[in-house]
């Protein structure tokens, strides 16, 4: 896999900083023409309520996150590339469970139009004992370029 600089966008201050291929959560983290932003974290062992109430035996990872693309025309985000990276280096995709728990789940293909910040909610199911140190990383479906976001779990 190719090196990849990542430009992140300093709180408050609009400008970019090279950061290598990891950003941290609330930071704008730019790869390959979209900008990933991570705006909340939760861990739960349910969601949903009523008859759309899921439950698990190990965690549910709720992320917030706003996609925008920064290119001058639409591009797609396919829901695989998008992978939650335990410590011990286990990748888990999102859950088919939480599609009709969130209404603005990311779909298995994301569109997303250029300059349009899109919010979306990434719903992973994991072990208890994988939580902890997880991160959120990005695949490049054509050039295999990743970077990851921590989350501070």
């Known amino acids: ?3 990849i600089v990542v ?16 950003c941290r959560m609330y930071q704008s983290c730019a790869h390959h023409g979209t900008t990933y932003r991570v705006t909340r974290v939760k861990i739960t062992r349910s969601i949903g309520s009523g008859y759309s109430r899921e439950t ?9 996150i706003t ?16 992978t939650l990276m335990s410590r011990r280096g286990d990748s888990y995709e999102v859950t088919d469970r939480a599609f009709a728990v969130f209404k603005n789940g990311l779909d298995l293909l994301e569109n997303i139009q250029p300059h349009l910040p899109k919010a979306d ?14 991160v959120l990383q990005i695949n490049d479906l054509w050039s295999g370029d990743k970077a ?3 989350l501070g779990i």
């Open 67 to 82: 996609l925008t693309d920064t290119k001058s025309s639409p591009s797609t985000i396919l829901a695989s590339n998008l």
């Open 121 to 134: 909610i990434l719903v992973y199911e994991l072990p208890a004992s994988a939580v902890r140190g997880s």
């Open 7 to 22: 430009a992140l966008a300093m709180p408050g201050t609009g400008q970019a900083i090279s950061a290598g291929n990891t």
């Open 148 to 150: 990851k976001i921590t």
């Open 1 to 3: 896999m190719a090196a």
């Open 56 to 64: 698990t035996s190990g965690r549910f990872i709720v992320i917030s």
